[in-house]
């Protein structure tokens, strides 16, 4: 095994190289620094690409998704990335989430409220602003469609029961689920989220157009207020 540290990619060993190690590998045997090391190509005098990139990761804790929430401005910082590089780690996080969003829109009937939690994540994961959405079904619980109802800021967002239903009736949707996600990654209900799910689900019922579910998406899991009996 060669001793890598901050000499140039280009002097390691072969099997050492991200790319290399890439091709005759695959790409599920690199790390998650390699691949970002391949995004950045070329590091600077002081830094391989790979130490720049573990400096990346570092600053997010070892965390995708704490990474994915680094805007471009926040990649500038780091010397080494200029806008063309942090463009394109961006570029590649958001890809990576809209591959995954893209396999659940092709199982579009709603069975769980796992299905639902997965289907939400496009719109809600990784955010530092706290949106809420809406899941438009039909009678068979195949989904119409996504809609973003509100953006709010990180402490809360505002839900108008108005816009929500008004949405709905306009695609003729049978039912519906409720969808935001909560900042902190934390996913336990507040009493503001536990008095709006109320308001709904009853409006929902008196509408003939009920509400299935609310979802709270946190960090990669997520609370059900159907799972819990409490809609």
């Avoid at 195949?142 to 967002?157: D, I, P, Q, Y």
Wanted: net charge neutral; hydrophobic share 40%.
């Amino acid at each position: 095994m060669s001793e890598t540290g901050r000499t140039p990619i280009k002097l390691w060993l072969e099997d050492d190289r991200p790319r290399e190690k890439l091709l005759i590998k695959g790409p599920a045997a690199l790390s998650d620094a390699e691949l970002i090391a391949i995004l950045i190509n070329i590091g600077t005098r002081e830094l391989s690409a790979l130490d720049l990139a573990q400096e990346i990761l570092n600053k997010a804790e070892g965390n995708l998704i704490e990474l994915s929430r680094l805007s471009v401005k926040d990649l500038l910082k780091f010397k080494g990335i200029g806008e063309a590089k942090a463009i394109t780690i961006a570029a590649a996080l958001e890809l990576g989430k809209r591959r995954r969003s893209s396999e659940i829109l092709d199982r579009r009937t709603i069975r769980s409220s796992h299905d639902a939690f997965e289907l939400l994540q496009e719109k809600l994961a990784d955010l530092n602003e706290e949106r809420f959405c809406i899941i438009l079904l039909n009678r068979a619980n195949r989904v119409l469609n996504v809609e973003m109802v509100s953006t709010g800021g990180f402490a809360g967002t505002v839900a108008d029961p108005k816009k929500i239903f008004k949405i709905a009736l306009d695609a003729k949707a049978s039912s519906i689920i409720l969808g935001h996600n909560h900042p902190s990654g934390m996913t336990k209900p507040s009493e503001a989220d536990n008095k709006l799910t109320s308001k709904l689900k009853s409006s929902g019922d008196i509408l003939d157009l009920p509400v299935l579910d609310h979802i709270i998406v946190g960090d990669e899991k997520y609370f059900s207020y159907a799972d819990e009996g409490m809609m």
